[in-house]
């Protein structure tokens, strides 16, 4: 458990359910079947399984894009009749996939009836459960979605410091530092005595699910004071900077303090726990002066940000860096092919939900936000709004090597820690080890993959 207190208190704070827009109210104009010879809702039963709904998200898809609203309108009413927003796993999948296309059709205007009716029918808010420390804490240890790669990384990260007396860990999570005490644990318990620790975190944007109701500077103190209850001294730092420039300001921190302890046994330890998705993949155009480009390297041609930002890390020579982020591709400018990807891949959360979490409860109404809060920036959004751009494992293992990082195995000590985690969830989580890579499964689908990475 990443606890920050012996006796954490069970969250007491609940939101309310974001408001899934519903077209079958008494003044809409489309409450009754959209043409004739329409089936009636009771004889939508066939359209209920998940290919079907899929297709249909697809259709409405392409409808709003060419700005069929017709089409468009009649997709929907399907849509509205078989997924309601309290129904099984796929279809509150569904559910949030059409409120994201709603969504979509009502930024662009493309569509202008189905915008008009958005804005005058819909509640189309999420709202997202802003959380303390404690309950933040817990919700991460509802399943192995992050805790599995907070494990594998601190299984690889105690075996590459074994030995420094000073380990500088930049900690580039979307969890907010929720991994680190169980590091500190297992770092105030090495047998020559704890290292001192120093942790550096971005000041990143707060709108990023999940959210924390207090400062880093806050967090570090809480940080600060754990550690010292494990006799391990810890100094913590904030460097404002962002992920929509490669965080490029932490970088040139990192580089000035990599000059000044060069040469001393200090291991620097780069912790990416899915972050590095939000930072822009495309290929950057060819910036118009020297004085806009980010990092202090040379840009080749056709480099991204996240290629420079790699390549900024190798030359930190770093000794180990972690990457561990979703394994699924969201990266597409074709819509359909990215609505086809995040279907495919998101009906897991959805899935693994009934496992962990009874219908009503408001962790659950937290945990399902977050996952609305992603489907409608994969959907509904474009340019540097649509943050959620995840790619496949495949391709950051290019990227990792591309930038002259060579593979670390996961050690039988890191594999058997995993499944020991995994014996405390639901029986469809799984392991599978791809050469020096740790995969987690749901029902035999990938989910999450965990790799380490050395200079070459």
């Known amino acids: 458990m990443m606890q920050f207190t012996e006796t954490p208190s069970r969250p007491l704070h609940q939101i309310t359910p974001f408001s899934i827009p519903t077209m079958n109210t008494t003044n809409q104009v489309h409450q009754a079947r959209p043409w004739p010879g329409f089936p009636t809702a009771k004889g939508l039963a066939s359209f209920g399984d998940a290919n079907c709904m899929e297709q249909l998200l697809v ?38 996939f059409l409120r994201a296309l709603i969504v979509r059709a009502a930024k662009s205007g493309t569509c202008k009836m189905l915008a008009a009716m958005a804005n005058a029918r819909c509640n189309l808010s999420i709202d997202t459960h802003t959380f303390s420390v404690i309950e933040l804490a817990n919700y991460v240890d509802l399943t192995p979605w992050h805790r599995f790669g907070f494990t594998a990384a601190n299984a690889a990260i105690l075996e590459a410091v074994e030995g ?23 770092i105030a318990n090495r047998l020559e005595g704890p290292p001192m620790v120093k942790l550096t975190v971005p000041g990143v944007s707060k709108d990023l699910p999940p959210m924390l109701d207090l400062t880093y500077e806050e967090l570090g103190s809480k940080l600060v004071n754990f550690a010292r209850s494990r006799n391990v001294m810890l100094e913590f730092r904030v460097v404002p900077s962002t992920h929509a420039d490669g965080f490029a300001s932490l970088i040139d921190q990192l580089r000035l303090q990599h000059l000044v302890y060069a040469e001393t046994s200090e291991a620097l330890v780069i912790n990416c726990h899915m972050m590095l998705h939000y930072i822009p993949e495309e290929t950057l155009s060819p910036l118009p002066n020297a004085n806009s480009m980010p990092y202090t390297f040379e840009q080749s041609p056709n ?40 279907f495919n891949y998101l009906w897991i959360p959805y899935d693994t939900v009934d496992t962990f979490l009874p219908k009503g409860s408001k962790q659950r109404q937290w945990y399902e936000a977050d996952i609305c809060w992603k489907i409608e920036n994969v959907i509904a959004h474009e340019g540097l709004q649509r943050v959620e751009r995840v790619e496949p494992k495949s391709r950051w293992v290019q990227r990792m090597r591309n930038a002259e990082f060579r593979g670390a195995n996961f ?3 890191a594999v058997s820690e995993v499944k020991t985690m995994l014996d405390e969830h639901a029986a469809g989580w799984g392991l599978k080890k791809e050469e020096d890579d740790l995969v987690l499964t749901w029902k035999g689908h990938n989910v999450a993959f965990a790799t380490a990475w050395l200079p070459a």
């Open 59 to 96: 259709h409405c898809a392409n409808a709003i894009e060419s700005n069929d609203a017709t089409l468009a309108q009649q997709i929907l009413w399907v849509l509205n009749n078989i997924a309601p927003p309290d129904g099984d796993s796929n279809q509150r999948l569904t559910c949030a």
């Open 303 to 342: 480099q991204s940000l996240r290629t420079m930002f790699l390549k900024a890390l190798r030359g930190l020579n770093p000794t180990i860096v972690v990457l561990v982020d979703e394994d699924a591709d969201l990266t597409s400018n074709n819509l359909v092919c990215r609505l086809r990807s995040a």
């Open 164 to 186: 420094y007396s000073v380990i500088h860990i930049v900690d580039l999570s979307s969890t907010h530092c929720m991994q680190i005490p169980t590091l500190i644990d297992a």
């Open 411 to 413: 050690g039988e000590e």
